[in-house]
């Protein structure tokens, strides 16, 4: 079989339905599965299927996005492992196009797709340069909006790589993440510490020290219905997981190559994002 497609469940029923049957709307030249890893909290925002090409994996603990993933990639039979949000839409073709294009360069260990919002702009998510320090100061103080050619002050969103141009990249959004799968057992696979955010960004950390390039392929394109999973950027819930993730990836790579200030700050500055969004939450109830 080609390709695994995994999606985890969380409450997203009618979302997860629909991300499914964009995938069979749009994929025609290669042999798939479906396995959806569900972990709702909700009985009746669970997912199931009678269709033949989709495998439910039902009341998986919610431990988290990478807990889920790992329980369905081992259920996978796939050459290939796609990691596909819940409140994403396939466009025509681009599930056998990206599967072609891994087929060609067997050097790519992690392929991400050009991914629009509902308004038709870049979700830059799906081109990125690690959290490093310069890369995180720059935009959080919104530098790389002010020089988004800039390769030192863009280097978070890559805001100087034209969004149709293939390239690689540091890290690739969790929302599309097509995965070889040996390269995926190598990994040992998403990091479970990491409940969610942060998590897309370490695997291709990984992929990337082992060699393999991650690779941002603008001929693939899908539409990602952000926020409509039921997370809600002012919820200090998901900021508190945004920054824990962010926080587990520094201490892991980046923590031994700065001194103990760059860390401080660092340590800070993520601890400030999610105390401002406290402070936020409470002004909009």
């Given amino acids: ?101 891994m087929n060609e360069h067997r050097d790519i260990g992690c392929l991400g797709i050009r991914t629009l919002l509902r308004d038709g702009t870049l979700d830059h998510g799906c081109k990125r340069g690690f959290p490093t320090p310069l890369n995180a100061f720059c935009y959080v103080t919104k530098l790389d909006r002010l020089f988004p050619q800039s390769k030192k002050m863009g280097g978070y969103r890559m805001s100087y790589i034209d969004e149709h141009t293939t390239c690689e990249v540091d890290s690739v959004s969790g929302a599309f993440m097509l995965i070889p799968s040996d390269v995926w057992q190598k990994s040992g696979g998403f990091d479970e510490s990491i409940f969610m955010y942060g998590e897309d960004i370490d695997l291709c950390y990984r992929i990337k020290q082992s060699g393999l390039k991650v690779v941002y392929y603008a001929e693939g394109l899908m539409i990602h219905l952000k926020g409509q999973s039921g997370l809600k950027t002012k919820d200090p819930a998901v900021i508190r997981h945004f920054r824990d993730g962010i926080t587990i990836f520094y201490d892991k790579y980046y923590k031994d190559k700065y001194n103990f200030f760059v860390t401080f700050l660092m340590h800070c500055g993520l601890n400030l994002y999610y105390l401002l969004a406290l402070i936020r939450s409470r002004f909009d109830k």
């Fill in 1 to 101: 079989m080609d390709l695994s497609v995994i999606i985890v469940n969380y409450n997203t029923k009618e979302l997860t339905e629909q991300t499914i049957q964009a995938v069979f709307d749009t994929t025609h030249k290669i042999e798939y599965e479906i396995i959806v890893a569900d972990n709702s909290s909700k009985k009746e925002k669970s997912y199931s299927s009678d269709d033949s090409r989709v495998t439910v994996i039902s009341d998986v603990e919610n431990k988290g996005f990478g807990y889920a993933c790992n329980i369905g990639a081992k259920k996978a039979v796939g050459r290939y492992l796609l990691f596909l949000n819940s409140d994403t839409l396939m466009q025509p073709d681009t599930l056998d196009k990206s599967v072609a294009y």
